[in-house]
């Protein structure tokens, strides 16, 4: 993987191999983290972590500090990882990487610079929660039969269109990536992060062009402060896809509630609401009790699909037939999308596959 931002060398090789990569970047900042013996925690856990990929190499990207520390090098040595270090002098202060430039060096993989096939690459956290590994479990599910796609990930929030922070909208929810569970099939140009970093540097306004959400990272943490990679995910590459026509893959795991949740607010405030709710629940009573009802008739924190009674199913019904007649209600982009794919459904695991601002596939789990 050479390139004129960092030297890469392989410091460590497994004793099995795959073609397949899960990839995880360790490093260590100036001023030390606080809550270092977490990333040393989650670094133990990949043992267990890893079997959700059982056909992909662990790959590390680590600092010469990670390297000079024997405890560490002895997780990674019983993790049987490609151990890759990294140096990348122009990012440096006082021998360590400036604050979390480490964050996007899990990237690389993904990039033209990568001289050996890509086939599938899968980008993680180095100590992901709960909700973050059940994530896990669908990339690789939907990685296997990936239809093409350039790359996947799981939709996190698909109720409203996010302002400046996201591309091109015309009914498709993309939602913001999140840096550690996505998956890449295709290599991208290098030239997508290196001009990336290259306007970083620059201090100019043509940086301003990332929008509001970069401005406010940069000035709270600095230049290569917390959320420095996901603005390169979100407001670079995902824009190159849709773009170039790539086809991207957008994992769902849909409640009904879930829109209605992540919309409760505009629901308080809209007065066709009672109506609305009137009839879903065939109540009479305060928005604000009704949307607390819907959430917990659907509340369903294992994710287990619980067995629904004869009114609990028409209630399903009448919520899309209130989105049929009053489309505006949730916002008629969400309408649509919701009525297209789930019309009888409460809850469905599935992938939009997306090409050119349009589905043109939906792959159910």
């Known amino acids: 993987m050479d390139n004129d931002v960092c030297k890469l060398t392989t410091i460590q090789n497994p004793n099995r191999r795959y073609a397949n990569t899960v990839n995880i970047v360790f490093f260590k900042a100036n001023p030390p983290s606080r809550n270092f013996q977490e990333y040393i925690d989650g670094l133990k856990d990949w043992k267990n972590i890893k ?42 202060k006082n021998k360590f ?37 059940y994530r896990y479990h669908l990339l690789e599910h939907f990685s296997k039969g990936r239809r093409e796609v350039s790359m996947q ?34 290599k991208a140009p290098f030239s997508l992060l290196s001009d ?31 959320g420095i990679d996901e603005v390169f995910l979100n407001l670079v590459y995902l824009p190159w896809l849709i773009k170039t026509g790539r086809k991207i893959g957008l994992i769902m795991n849909y409640v009904i509630s879930e829109p209605v949740f992540h919309s409760r607010e505009q629901i308080l405030k809209n007065k066709r609401s009672k109506v609305c709710f009137d009839f879903i629940l065939q109540k009479n009573q305060s928005v604000s009790a009704s949307v607390r009802e819907f959430l917990n008739i659907f509340y369903d924190p294992e994710m287990k699909k619980k067995e629904l009674s004869q009114n609990t199913y028409k209630i399903v019904t009448r919520f899309y037939q209130i989105l049929e007649k009053y489309p505006t209600w949730l916002g008629t982009s969400l309408s649509k999308f919701l009525l297209h794919l789930f019309r009888d459904k409460y809850r469905a695991v599935c992938m939009l596959i997306v090409q050119n601002n349009k589905i043109i596939d939906v792959v159910m789990r």
Not at 51 to 77: A, C, G, W, Y
Not at 157 to 179: C, L, N, T, V
Not at 198 to 212: H, L, V
């Open 97 to 133: 990487h400036t604050g979390l430039f480490g964050t996007l060096l899990r990237f690389f993989p993904i990039f033209d610079i990568n001289t050996k096939p890509l086939n599938v690459a899968h980008i993680c956290e180095l100590e992901p929660g709960e909700i973050v590994k």
């Open 153 to 186: 990930y799981v939709l996190n929030d698909y109720s409203k269109k996010y302002g400046d922070e996201q591309p091109e909208f015309e009914g498709i929810p993309y939602s913001w990536i999140i840096a550690g569970a996505w998956t890449v099939f295709e």
């Open 51 to 92: 079997t959700t990929f059982p056909n992909s190499q662990l790959q590390i990207f680590v600092d010469r500090h990670v390297t000079e520390d024997e405890e560490l090098v002895e997780i990674m040595k019983d993790l049987d990882a490609r151990v890759i270090l990294f140096e990348c002098p122009d990012y440096m």
């Open 196 to 226: 990336y970093l290259d306007n970083i540097e620059s201090d100019n306004k043509y940086f301003n062009r990332y929008g509001n959400k970069t401005a406010r990272v940069l000035s709270e943490h600095g230049k290569y402060s917390f």
